[in-house]
């Protein structure tokens, strides 16, 4: 059959959106264009969830990226109020205008809002993970690239929604996920001597997550409501567990490092120091430690086991590969190291570990793809290593092994049974 020949005229509008999702190397600023930025001055940031890692993120798009903030959302006034006075004080030396009143959103839903801003090309979503793909998708609607920190979802089911978000997104906006870890140069040198070959076939792992309990963070007189969302990290539906939360970027890392998702996982989890958090429902509360075996392709079995005891600063992360040549350890706390099995053989540094570094790294590459028109998706990789910690979390919870492919015929979804619209106005605020 004749094939029909490119029309001789292509509307200017799609020939920009065609050059952009090629990336053809034209300095485009998709998201700003539609607004009327011009292409060289600063990136507007809004943020969704106003508590740590959101003012942490944040700072650094300040310090690191030609990036101003320039709206926020949270639920609650003092994380609105002190996030708001951090930035505005951050951009007073860079001559950034400080955040408008109209562009403070204050309730729980007040993310819809935030998304339509013509101040906004760019939404940090650093919200709790059962939130995430309800962010996501209102952002990625309103045409706005994306950095969502980690986990993508808290479940099964929220994990495959932003697998289809990402998909419709794709060469339309991009979207960083937060594992910043991809992105430090020790980890980097390290995977990248193993996936050459370095330390032969790996035939098993071994891994571990274990740090401190965590901070309570409801006051005194707070209602249930409030209290659960502010500790929300003890929370199984919002946070997904942690494995999913916080351990996750183990299981990131081994992913990587395998090149591959696990295919199958056993295990435990248990209670034995937390026994109750304020707010959290009973029945809904985290679990203190996990102890998996992830099976991989090739039926390489890699351990993790993780707890968030009161161990009163005691913090050990990291990821250990025997190969069938050598031994790869990739710890937080240290350069990144390879051991050949040879004879007489010395540790080699593979490079130094700086997590910060990484950061600035990432969102500087994140940054620079959104100028250049090259948008980058980490959506599909955000979701596996996600599902893969829901995946050994279905497995210990359950006390059964938990295949993936039973996992992915599932559509396991956590039942908030909240209010949303109890934990604030659903509107703009203004502050004094
Ligand atoms: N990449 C990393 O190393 C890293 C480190 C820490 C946290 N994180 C991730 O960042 C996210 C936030 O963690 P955090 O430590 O900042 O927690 P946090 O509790 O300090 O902050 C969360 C904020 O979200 C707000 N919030 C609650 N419900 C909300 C809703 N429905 N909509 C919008 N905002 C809501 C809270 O009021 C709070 O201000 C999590 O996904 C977490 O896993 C990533």
């Known amino acids: 059959m004749k094939k029909h020949s490119a029309p001789a005229h292509t509307p200017r509008r799609d020939f920009l959106k065609k050059t952009a999702a090629t990336g053809a190397g034209l300095l485009i600023v998709p998201a700003a264009s539609v607004y009327g930025t011009p292409a060289n001055s600063s990136l507007g940031l809004g943020i969704i969830g106003c508590g740590g890692r959101g003012n942490y993120d944040g700072g650094l798009f300040v310090e690191h990226t030609e990036t101003r903030v320039t709206a926020l959302m949270d639920p609650f006034e003092d994380r609105l109020e002190s996030t708001r006075a951090r930035f505005d004080k951050l951009g007073e030396g860079r001559g950034h205008a400080k955040i408008a009143n109209e562009n403070i959103f204050k309730g729980a839903r007040a993310y819809e809002k935030l998304v339509q801003s013509k101040d906004v090309d760019v939404v940090l979503v650093t919200s709790p993970p059962y939130f995430h793909p309800d962010h996501l998708e209102a952002a990625v ?208 540094d593979a490079g130094p570990v700086n997590l910060n570094k990484a950061m600035a790294t990432k969102l500087k590459a994140f940054i620079e793809g959104i100028r250049e028109g090259r948008f980058e998706n980490e959506t599909a990789q955000g979701a596996e290593t996600t599902l893969s910690t829901v995946l050994g979390r279905m497995a210990a919870t359950s006390g059964r092994e938990m295949t993936w492919d039973k996992m992915m015929r599932s559509d396991d979804k956590w039942d908030l049974k909240i209010n949303l619209d109890a934990l604030g106005s659903n509107g703009t605020v203004s502050m004094k």
């Open 141 to 348: 609607n309103a045409g706005k690239h994306v950095y969502l920190e980690k986990p993508v979802a808290s479940d099964v089911h929220g994990c495959k929604r932003v697998m289809k978000i990402g998909e419709r997104a794709r060469g339309k906006v991009s979207i960083h996920v937060g594992f910043q870890k991809r992105f430090d140069a020790g980890y980097r040198a390290a995977v990248e001597r193993i996936h050459g070959g370095e330390i032969g076939d790996i035939v098993l792992g071994q891994s571990f997550y274990y740090t401190n309990d965590l901070d309570r963070q409801n006051k005194p007189g707070m209602s249930d409501l409030e209290s659960r969302v502010r500790n929300w990290v003890f929370d199984m539906a919002l946070s997904g567990d942690i494995l999913v939360e916080q351990n996750i970027h183990i299981i990131d890392v081994v992913n990587w490092a395998m090149k591959s998702h696990p295919v199958k996982a056993i295990g435990s989890c248990g209670r034995m120091v937390r026994k109750q958090v304020d707010g959290i429902p009973p029945g809904m509360l985290t679990h203190d430690f996990y102890m998996m075996t992830y099976v991989y392709p090739g039926d390489v079995h890699v351990s993790f086991n993780s707890n968030q005891f009161r161990n009163k600063g005691y913090r050990s992360q990291g990821e250990r590969f025997f190969g069938t040549l050598g031994v790869a350890e990739t710890f937080q706390s240290g350069p990144a190291q390879i051991t050949l099995n040879k004879e007489g053989a010395q540790r080699q």
